[in-house]
């Protein structure tokens, strides 16, 4: 029998720790919640690399400048006698927005073109353009556009946080950068506080079903090939979303309509080399890391044209587009008519005039 050490029998006890008087409780931070889907630095890396290589960039730049284009184009819709001196382009890419107001004869489809650049038209001077890659935005800072318009350009830690003052701006466009925001409403809200009083917010987005060939094409072929899919496209928003978000954020007089770019393409390899020399590649939070397989590469392409194929052997992509306008309310700004005012029906004008 082992023998008992008389001083281990002497030792103290040790002493209890008394429980704390208040427990602590892991609690919310102050204010709204942060929610994340991008990751922005993903996407600086991607568009800082697609700009790198000048006249490849160029060269796929054809849908950022249409858009543009469109969404310049709904500035004849205002009052010719409006005036917007000094402007902000939020996300402004290669300052396509800055390019396409300084071109003549921005209407050339209509019946009754207008010959002066926009820029001349509503006497826009001066043209802030911000953006967080600084090769982007400085990579057409040689052309000739920049003579025609005073353009400074910003480069942004983030397009969530707006360094501006109140009251800055006489008006604000945004083309084809607030899809990858992450707090939109907040971005709406700042964009509502730097516009002066009755200045309106011109914006262009890809939404609701843009890509959706390729979105069919890729879940098909992960399905087939891995039994799952993960996320190789970004979330968009839908039409309906923007409306209510736009309304939320103070805008008022609100119009949001949806417009498609198709563009076709040789197979879907063209494509998504495209995507990613336009800075456009997947930034979502948690996507596998690496390239897609093979397999499924070969099996999407299959897909692709199976169903969306054209006769030629060629491949549609279907660009979708959110336009929207807003304006900041001020004091004896115009109001909708109620609802129920009209004194036409409008069923009556249409099966008239059919």
């Known amino acids: 029998m082992r023998p008992i050490s008389l001083r281990a029998l002497t030792r103290p006890l040790p002493t209890r720790r008394k429980p704390p008087t208040s427990r602590p409780y892991a609690v919310q931070a102050p204010g709204a919640p942060a929610f994340q889907v991008f990751n922005r630095h993903t996407k600086w890396l991607q568009k800082e690399r697609a700009a790198s290589n000048a006249q490849l960039s160029r060269t796929v730049d054809g849908v950022k400048d249409e858009v543009a284009r469109r969404l310049c184009e709904r500035l ?38 207008v010959t002066e650049p926009l820029a001349t038209r509503y006497s826009i001077t001066d043209i802030t353009c911000a953006d967080s890659s600084r090769i982007l935005l400085h990579r057409d800072d040689t052309l000739p556009f920049n003579d025609a318009i005073a353009v400074t350009r910003d480069v942004l830690p983030s397009l969530e946080a707006l360094p501006y003052a109140p009251a800055s701006f006489d008006a604000v466009f945004s083309s084809l950068s607030l899809h990858w925001i992450n707090d939109l409403p907040s971005v709406l809200a700042q964009i509502n506080a730097v516009l002066k009083p009755d200045a309106p917010f011109l914006a262009a987005m890809h939404g609701g079903d843009s890509l959706f060939e390729l979105r069919q094409a890729l879940q098909l072929a992960e399905q087939d090939r891995r039994g799952g899919v993960s996320t190789h496209t970004s979330p968009l928003a839908d039409v309906r979303d923007m409306g209510s978000l ?9 119009t949001v309509d949806v417009d498609d770019i198709v563009v076709d393409y040789p197979d879907v390899y063209a494509l998504m080399q495209d995507l990613q020399a336009m800075g456009e590649s997947n930034a979502v939070l948690g996507r596998e890391m690496g390239g897609m397989q093979r397999d499924v590469l070969l099996a999407a392409d299959g897909i692709y044209r199976e169903l969306h194929g054209n006769p030629d052997g060629s491949v549609p992509a279907t660009f979708r587009q959110i336009y929207m306008i ?25 099966e008239g005039g059919s």
């Open 246 to 254: 736009l309304q939320r954020s103070g805008f008022a007089l609100l």
């Open 326 to 350: 807003g304006w900041k309310e001020a004091p004896g700004q115009e109001k909708p008519l109620p609802r129920g005012s009209g004194q036409v029906n409008l069923k009556d004008v249409l």
């Open 76 to 113: 004849l819709d205002i009052n010719p006698n409006r005036r917007f001196p000094h402007v902000l382009d939020l996300g402004a890419n290669a300052c396509n927005i800055a390019r396409v107001l300084t071109e003549p004869d921005p209407d050339p489809h209509s019946t009754q073109p």
